[in-house]
């Protein structure tokens, strides 16, 4: 699909809440996207690589660490705009906007609010010029939903760490250079460490047939005694709500990107129902295709304003946990529910590679599993509203 019509759709006029800067990165990063991700992203999602070349331009565009203050590298923009970058990534392709979310949200957060100063300085910088690329290890083979129960772990050996254990499922495990580890000390509790590529028994073997996130490179983390620099554990913060914080912003990001997807399906089908001519009308005019597009811009426009809600509640600093949640899973079901009608509408053009439609769709399986899935999210609300865990 290198012809990228893409025409964004603000039926609320949402646009008016935003500031000059929000629409100016919103702008740069949709250009961006138009020229760099459209032409070629099929290419790489049907032969399951990521375009690695884009690294560089991600970085440039400012797609690392938005919300970091530029004393370390970053951006210094505010939640609102970090959205709006994530929604214009997500539209070009989830994998990379979850290249995108894992460097910001995952790497450089934690090591933002948690790091030491000599931590901050060292990597940092490195990571927003995309000069590092990070990954992050929370999820193991058997711990999933529930990752308190990790079995990574390590031992004080006096001037080093010995790090033992396996992560799964990892978004740039394969490519990065440096990965945020949650692993458990000797007394079980979980802290971060800063694991970096080279250091002996650390492996990132790839996960090969993804049917999803196929642009995105997946794989897992495996520690064979490995030797960590005490210097490298996060001193900030210990304990399972450490690594919950940075999902807390990958999900916030998430919840932005879905709208991103669903915009691009809706745009996709609404100008492909207005040209594709049966029984002499444009389907455009039939009321079941009317009922498809009329629901989907509904469900756009409630999710645009959802995000832009709970961007100021961000900004201000007043988010909950369980409102990013719910955010989370209102928008990604609904940019899924989204793509499901429009490739309908497209017919059989719909499960083709011309279309956006089916490879976002596809996509999003992956996005609705991982940062907590639809299931959990909806338990945090659950547990939220009736202060009562359903979780065991
Ligand atoms: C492409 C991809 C990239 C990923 N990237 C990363 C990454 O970079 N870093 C990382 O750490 N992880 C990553 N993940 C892992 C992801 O976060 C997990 O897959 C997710 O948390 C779910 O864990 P699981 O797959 O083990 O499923 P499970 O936890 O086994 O869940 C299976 C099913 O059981 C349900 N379930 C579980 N517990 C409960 C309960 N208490 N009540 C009701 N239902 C329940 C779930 O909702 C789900 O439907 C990634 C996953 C994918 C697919």
Redesign the pocket.
């Given at each position: 699909m290198s012809n990228d019509l893409f025409q964004s759709h603000d039926y609320y006029l949402v646009d008016e809440l935003l500031s000059e800067e929000h629409i100016l990165v919103r702008n740069t990063t949709r250009e961006w996207v138009k020229r760099e991700v459209t032409p070629i992203i099929e290419e790489y999602a049907q032969r399951a690589e990521f375009p690695a070349h884009l690294r560089k331009g991600l970085a440039e565009i400012g797609a690392y660490g938005p919300f970091i203050p530029q004393e370390y590298g970053g951006a210094g923009l505010d939640y609102i705009s970090y959205g709006l970058m994530m929604q214009e990534i997500e539209r070009g392709d989830s994998g990379i906007r979850?290249t995108c979310s894992?460097q910001s949200s995952?790497v450089m957060f934690p090591i933002y609010k948690y790091g030491s100063e000599e931590q901050k300085r060292k990597y940092l910088p490195r990571l927003a010029s995309g000069e590092l690329l990070g990954?992050?290890?929370?999820?193991e083979p058997n711990y999933?939903?529930?990752p308190g129960g990790m079995v990574t772990h390590f031992k004080d050996m006096g001037d080093h760490y010995l790090l033992n254990g396996s992560?799964m499922?990892?978004?740039?495990a394969p490519i990065c250079d440096i990965a945020i580890v949650w692993a458990k000390n000797e007394e079980g509790r979980i802290h971060g460490l800063i694991v970096e590529r080279g250091m002996e028994g650390f492996s990132t073997p790839e996960t090969k047939n993804?049917w999803?996130?196929r642009a995105?490179s997946?794989g897992e983390l495996v520690f064979d005694n490995v030797r960590v620099p005490k210097e490298n554990l996060l001193p900030g913060r210990s304990g399972l709500g450490a690594p919950l914080s940075c999902l807390d912003s990958a999900r916030y990001g998430i919840a932005w990107g879905a709208i991103g997807v669903a915009l691009d399906c809706y745009d996709t089908a609404l100008r492909y129902a207005k040209q594709r001519i049966q029984f002499d009308k444009p389907i455009a005019a039939f009321q079941l295709q009317q009922k498809k597009l009329a629901e989907m811009i509904t469900e756009i426009t409630k999710a645009q304003l959802l995000a832009w809600r709970l961007g100021t509640l961000r900004n201000e600093d007043r988010a909950t946990t369980a409102q990013i949640s719910m955010a989370k899973r209102n928008n990604v079901e609904m940019a899924l529910r989204v793509a499901r009608e429009a490739r309908q509408i497209l017919g059989g053009m719909g499960i083709t590679g011309d279309y956006p439609i089916m490879r976002h769709m596809m996509n999003l399986e992956?996005v609705i599993?991982?940062?907590?899935?639809?299931?959990?999210h909806l338990?945090i609300t659950g547990a939220d509203i009736t202060g009562i865990p359903a979780?065991?």
């Open positions: 979850s894992v995952l990954a992050f290890g929370l999820t999933g939903s529930n992560k499922w990892i978004s740039n993804k999803s996130l995105s997946t992956s599993t991982y940062e907590g899935t639809h299931d959990i338990l979780f065991k």
